[in-house]
């Protein structure tokens, strides 16, 4: 089950900026790295933030990503159409069975 | 690069079991994962397991009927699946993880549908 709650739906149109958060507890987001992914439509997952705040090779640096206390944030600015897809935000947690966790996802649509 | 298979149609209490296929990174350094995406639903963490296989999890929804392992002299993953329900519809992904960067590349999917 889903532990880090994000919004279900976010948008904007091209050019805006569009901020997505992501709220946890103590034992996750509050005291491990925080993760971004990006799901294509019809496509698995990718990496777009890790370590809270790191861009891999290849993400555009209006991609960015931010975590204070028990929240991050991802933050896409200049808004294309290419970014319309689902965003996940997953983190390592210490209270559950297993390492990880991943948030409840947000649809991003460009206006 | 991952690349999954084995998924397919399958009734419910039967077992089928997905493969995961790596190249081009040296696996037997990363630790790996599977996670599955149910029909219109978002990500679910199923198993992990570390780079050498001596430490494993399972998602509390599988714990029991799952089994992870590896096989890295052929730089390969497994998840053997037993007894499984309608609920483990989903495709299920394999993801590999470094230090600190979890789930950093992921497989295409392969579909397992759990249906009489």
């Known amino acids: 089950q889903s532990v880090l709650t994000q919004p279900p739906s976010a948008s904007g149109t091209p050019g805006q900026r569009v901020t997505i958060s992501c709220s946890g507890s103590?034992?996750?987001?509050?005291?491990?790295?925080v993760y971004w992914y990006q799901q294509l439509p019809g496509t698995a997952p990718k990496l777009l933030i890790y370590?809270?705040?790191q861009r891999p090779s290849g993400v555009p640096d209006r991609i960015s990503g931010s975590k204070s206390g028990t929240s991050a944030s991802l933050a896409i600015s200049g808004l294309r159409s290419e970014d319309e897809a689902d965003y996940y935000c997953?983190?390592?947690?210490?209270?559950?069975?297993?390492?990880?966790?991943f948030g409840t996802g947000t649809k991003v649509t460009v206006l | 690069q991952l690349v999954e298979s084995g998924g397919g149609l399958v009734q419910p209490g039967g077992s089928l079991r997905l493969s995961c296929a790596a190249s081009?990174?040296?696996?037997?350094?990363?630790?790996m994962n599977w996670v599955r995406q149910a029909p219109g639903k978002g990500l679910e963490w199923v198993s992990y397991i570390s780079s050498s296989g001596s430490t494993i999890y399972y998602a509390d929804s599988v714990k029991g009927r799952f089994t992870i392992s590896r096989d890295n002299a052929k730089n390969s993953l497994y998840l053997q699946m037993h007894s499984l329900r309608a609920e483990d519809t989903a495709v299920y992904y394999c993801a590999s993880s470094a230090p600190y960067i979890a789930f950093e590349y992921w497989g295409q999917g392969t579909l397992v549908t759990v249906s009489s």
């Open positions: 997953a983190a390592w947690d210490d209270s559950l069975s297993g390492p990880y966790v």
């Open positions: 081009g990174f040296p696996f037997s350094t990363y630790t």
């Open positions: 103590s034992s996750n987001v509050g005291s491990y790295y």
């Open positions: 370590r809270n705040n």
